[in-house]
């Protein structure tokens, strides 16, 4: 089982339409959880962090973290041809981060 | 705050040669940068832990003697990729965090094509 998982997509959603991108992660002690945007040839770009149970809003983005199913979430509102782009859920280790493979998300205009 | 800068954003080298990639924090102190590759099309791939004053740790499979890792500094982490090879063209990014509680921040990379 990896340490962070998420489906590779590509997720399509058409512009003004919610996306959804999900996040499993295996370690039931970590505490820290992130989500990066990533253009193509760009390096990861900060979008949400979330450290506990809840959901956490700002601007269009809302982040949900369930520890107990050890699941996160990243909601973006309104989608715009502009947030495609591949989406990197990250998990804070003991040492370093664990990184998923990332969900291309394409947001049809 | 918490600016990662990465330098170069790309070198084209020979094959053979070596090359040094640079990494500074801006405005927060780092103890630790983090040194990820990336191919196209592919996941982010941790190579290396940089360790202020320390020796880096190395990832499996990473080779330390020809990815030489220098943190001399609480806000310089140097990457040389040594005698390098066509197929260590990559995307090279580094990253640090100001402290356990903030996320990891991350230079803008190194587009490396070795010829």
């Avoid at chain 1, 590779?8 to 970590?30: F, H, K, M, W």
């Avoid at chain 1, 990066?36 to 979330?50: D, F, N, T, V």
Wanted: net charge neutral.
């Amino acid at each position: 089982q990896k340490e962070v998982e998420q489906n590779s997509g590509p997720l399509s959603v058409p512009e003004g339409a919610i996306a959804s991108l999900n996040c499993t992660y295996s370690d039931r002690v970590s505490q820290s959880f992130f989500w990066y945007r990533q253009y193509s040839g760009k390096s990861p770009e900060l979008i949400m962090s979330i450290y506990s149970n809840g959901d956490k809003e700002d601007g269009r983005f809302t982040a949900q973290l369930n520890k107990a199913s050890q699941y996160v979430s990243l909601l973006i509102r309104d989608s715009q041809p502009s947030d495609s782009a591949t989406y990197l859920c990250a998990v804070r280790g003991t040492y370093k981060y664990i990184f998923g493979t990332g969900t291309r998300l394409k947001v049809l205009a | 705050g918490a600016v990662v800068s990465q330098h170069p954003s790309w070198v084209i080298c020979k094959s053979g040669t070596s090359v040094k990639i640079e990494c500074r924090s801006l405005d927060f102190q780092a103890t630790t940068m983090f040194w990820y590759r990336q191919f196209p099309k592919q996941s982010l791939m941790l190579m290396a832990t940089s360790n202020e004053g320390s020796k880096a740790t190395y990832e499996q499979g990473v080779e330390k003697d020809k990815f030489l890792i220098n943190h001399a500094s609480l806000t310089l982490s140097t990457l040389t990729v040594t005698s390098a090879h066509p197929e260590d063209s990559s995307f090279y990014i580094c990253s640090a965090d100001p402290d356990t509680n903030s996320p990891l921040h991350f230079g803008n990379g190194t587009r490396l094509t070795v010829t």
